[in-house]
């Protein structure tokens, strides 16, 4: 009960500092942190899937709202939701765990989670990008805008994990 | 049948995650339908106040930024005015050379800055104000203060960064005026704790002064130039010196909420104090 509480509390945190603060940042001018992807990258993967989704899609839809871009962020989020335990599994490689894990620092790796956060974020801001325009006319200037955003989201995401779940004692 | 279901059961999260996909699709599309108008419709009316309400507040931590900006513009306005330079087309010089007939040769006489008060009194018997620009910002003694409401006061000691301003609520402030229409020369003076009433002293008494004249620097005293306003004319009596009136002069600064503040700096001062050196009445 604990964990949904503060699973619901993160992400409503979280939707509100995109809109209100992420998304007036404009780093030279294009590079824009999706932040909001910590609340649903910390998701417990034991959820129903289909609860997954939707909690996704209304993520998205709602930072849709502030920024006039109707189904796009939705899509995206929807999308990583769909991808994430694909990820998870083929980050965990041969080793078989048990499928309820937590996928904070102390109990994942420096590596792994950045593998994990670095590629669902690009594979978000590579779908916010291309579904933004529509097109590879300006190809240039998307690539540069996806790989400055995924840099930045990512370590702005990874920050938040070490700040708010520090690493226990070596001797824990 | 039951198999149907199972199937179904087992693997509605793709179905689900069709449609979400098919929904977000169908919003990002550019065709409209009367749907799609509806739900935009509700985003606009429900977000759009918020947005509003929130860039507003963003926008005022750069109000800063832009009063700079401003205050920068006025000076660059206030340079310009006609009052800042002594014209000389009627020399025997410029009579002579006919390319500068139609434009008068002009000279600069004052010149702008400005600064903020860092510190200030207003209700004590000696009043007086601090400056963030000293002798390094170019600032020197003497130097005319003013705000946009009216006159300051007059520069009465500087240092390395800092400097005092002696403003009109002092009782050693004497600034040199002329009351509008009539332009008849007095001095503003201030006795009483009101920061907002001054004297005007020295106008002869068969002069008609009216209630809401205006009070403006003189020029003369080649501190401040001329026509800057200092107030207007709120009670007028006969004093008990009876060949002056008592003139009481509303302040046009407000001195409470004094801010910016512009400077102004008399570039030919000691020129002409040098003439006025041989005159032993001052």
């Known amino acids: 009960m604990n964990n949904v509480v503060s699973n619901i509390l993160r992400i409503i945190l979280v939707l509100l500092l995109q809109v209100f603060i992420c998304n007036y940042i404009h780093l030279f001018g294009f590079i824009t942190p999706a932040f909001y992807l910590f609340g649903l990258l910390l998701l417990p993967l034991e959820l129903p899937k289909s609860i997954q989704y939707l909690i996704g899609f209304f993520c998205g839809l709602f930072v849709d709202m502030f920024t006039h871009t ?40 420096f590596k792994w989670l950045v593998s994990y956060v670095g590629f669902l974020t690009f594979v978000h801001q590579l779908l916010v990008v291309m579904l933004e325009t529509l097109s590879f006319h300006n190809f240039l200037h998307s690539l540069t805008a996806i790989i400055g955003n995924t840099v930045l989201s990512a370590f702005i995401i990874l920050c938040a994990e070490y700040i708010f779940y520090p690493v226990q004692g070596k001797n824990k | 049948m039951n198999n149907l279901i199972e199937f179904f059961k087992k693997n509605f999260h793709y179905f689900l995650l069709a449609i979400l996909l098919v929904v977000s699709i169908i919003m990002m599309g550019k065709s409209m339908s009367y749907s799609k108008y509806k739900f935009a419709r509700i985003c606009q ?24 900006l401003l205050t920068q513009q006025n000076i660059a306005l206030m340079r310009e005015n006609e009052n800042m330079f002594i014209y ?57 203060v003013t705000c946009p409401q009216g006159v300051v006061g007059v520069i009465s000691d500087v240092s390395d960064h800092f400097s005092s301003i002696i403003p009109i609520l002092h009782p050693d402030s004497r600034i040199s005026a002329t ?11 201030w006795e009483g704790p009101n920061p907002q009433v001054a004297y005007l002293e020295n106008i002869p008494q068969h002069l008609e002064i009216n209630i809401g004249d205006s009070v403006l620097t003189s020029g003369f005293s080649n501190i401040f130039p001329k ?15 009876a060949s002056f009136l008592t003139i009481k002069v509303k302040l046009a600064t407000n001195f ?20 006025k050196a041989n005159f032993k009445n001052e």
């Not at chain 2, 009316?45 to 700079?68: V, Y």
């Not at chain 2, 107030?231 to 009596?237: A, P």
């Open chain 2, 179 to 189: 009351v509008s229409p009539i332009n008849q020369v007095g001095t503003v003076v």
């Open chain 2, 45 to 68: 009316n429900t977000i759009g106040p918020i947005q509003k309400n929130w860039a507003e507040m963003i926008h005022k931590f750069s109000l800063g930024q832009e009063n700079d």
């Open chain 1, 70 to 109: 109707l189904g796009v962020n939705a899509a995206a989020c929807t999308v990583i939701m769909f991808i994430r335990p694909f990820i998870v599994k083929a980050l965990n490689g041969r080793k078989t765990s048990d499928s309820v894990e937590r996928l904070i620092p102390g109990v994942k790796d």
């Open chain 2, 88 to 144: 000389k087309n009627d020399t025997v010089i410029s009579m002579m050379s006919k390319t500068d007939s139609l434009h008068p040769r002009s000279m600069r006489l004052y010149d702008y800055t400005y600064a903020h008060v860092i510190y200030k009194t207003t209700d004590q018997a000696f009043n007086y104000l601090i400056i963030d620009k000293g002798s390094k910002d170019g600032i020197s003694r003497d130097m005319a």
């Open chain 2, 227 to 241: 026509g800057l306003l200092i107030g207007t004319v709120k009670e007028v009596s006969v004093g008990k010196n």
């Open chain 2, 256 to 275: 409470n909420k004094l801010n910016t503040v512009y400077l102004i700096e008399n570039l030919h001062k000691a020129e002409i104090d040098s003439l």
